[in-house]
């Protein structure tokens, strides 16, 4: 009998499938399915560690605009060791990751033990980082990085002023944080879970704002200039109040819409001020730059003590009730999925 469970494993992968049970309800269940479900691809991959990101709570429960079809395994984040690559591009047991493209949107993602994905999704893990700590990073630490570098390049300095960070308890939020106190900046987080205020300050945030402290705004053309700088995850009347309260020349990096994908806006900020807007993708992002911003954040961004921090480890199990916690905006920093737990 364990000859033959042992057999059926060999053959078999675990993953989370997600199924519409009823019109509109979509039950997520851990199943065992064989290797020749896995997708048509040249690289597969044995996955050690995923994570959770809102885009897979929106996949979880049925977002069509994001997953076509059903039954479906999310999971825009993987990393493990490649099992076999047709492409020549990998050797057997080479330690990589995969973030973003098609993977857990119409690609059978990350919650599973097994993937099998396109060589030109996939990246070397960069020295100095581990599988685990590539996944506390994942979509939201890229997309950080990311929004940090656009800043830099608009010319963003310490000494300019505090940055504003919203959605700061989230992944990315949390990450870009941090990421900033280690260059160097006055952080100002801005969430709407002051219980959290403590977690914000250890990542290196110099003060905690309400997200309340931007609504006063929403009804003026432009505002008081009170921030240098800003990384703005949530999208929608946030982003425009932001760019309201910019000093002369600064700059939002936008990477998110939780809060919506619309908002009403006036050139104001932009004439006046000389405000920039900032446009982030970590998706299609070619694999070259997607690389040239993975060693750095495994280089001189390394931000280890943080992760530790901002990362709660879990078992396949369990993604499931914690996909519900991010549907829900209760999530808190990194969910890392654990395959072994």
């Not at 979880?60 to 999310?74: D, L, S, V």
């Not at 106190?181 to 205020?197: D, I, N, P, Q, Y």
């Not at 936008?254 to 993708?281: H, K, T």
């Not at 003590?305 to 009730?321: K, R």
């Amino acid at each position: 009998m364990a000859a033959e469970e042992q057999k059926n494993s060999e053959q078999s992968y675990r993953a989370m499938l997600v199924e519409e049970v009823a019109a509109g309800k979509y039950d997520q269940t851990i199943v065992r399915r064989p290797l020749s479900d896995l997708p048509a691809h040249p690289v597969r991959i044995a996955v050690s560690h995923s994570s959770l990101n809102y885009k897979d709570a929106l996949s979880a429960f049925g977002n069509r605009a994001i997953t076509r079809e059903y039954p479906h395994t999310p999971g825009i984040d993987a990393a493990g060791t490649v099992v076999q690559d047709t492409s020549g591009r990998f050797q057997p047991g080479a330690r990589v990751l995969v973030t973003g493209y098609d993977l857990g949107m119409n690609t059978a993602g990350g919650f599973a033990e097994r993937i099998a994905v396109p060589a030109d999704w996939v990246a070397p893990l960069p020295e100095g980082l581990s599988l685990r700590e590539s996944m506390i990073l994942g979509t939201a630490g890229l997309t950080a990085a990311l929004c940090v570098e656009k800043l830099l390049e608009a010319g963003a300095k310490p000494d300019d002023g505090e940055v504003l960070v919203t959605g700061a308890t989230g992944g990315v939020g949390s990450i870009a944080v941090a990421l900033l106190a280690k260059l160097g900046f006055r952080v100002a987080a801005v969430t709407g879970k002051l219980e959290s205020a403590e977690f914000l300050t250890s990542l290196g945030a110099w003060k905690v704002l309400d997200r309340e402290t931007l609504a006063p705004f929403a009804n003026k053309a432009i505002a008081k200039p009170l921030w240098a700088w800003a990384v703005d995850t949530v999208g929608g009347e946030t982003l425009f109040n932001v760019i309201k309260c910019l000093k002369y020349s600064g700059g939002v990096a936008a990477c998110g819409m939780a809060s919506g994908a619309q908002f009403q806006a006036n050139v104001f900020p932009f004439i006046l001020r000389g405000i920039s807007l900032l446009g982030v993708d970590s998706v299609e992002l070619p694999l070259s730059k997607k690389t040239e911003v993975w060693q750095k954040l495994a280089g001189p961004w390394y931000i280890g003590e943080q992760l530790e921090q901002i990362a709660e480890d879990i078992s396949l199990e369990q993604a499931p009730e914690f996909l519900a916690r991010l549907h829900r905006g209760h999530g808190i920093g990194r969910y890392v999925v654990d395959m072994t737990r």
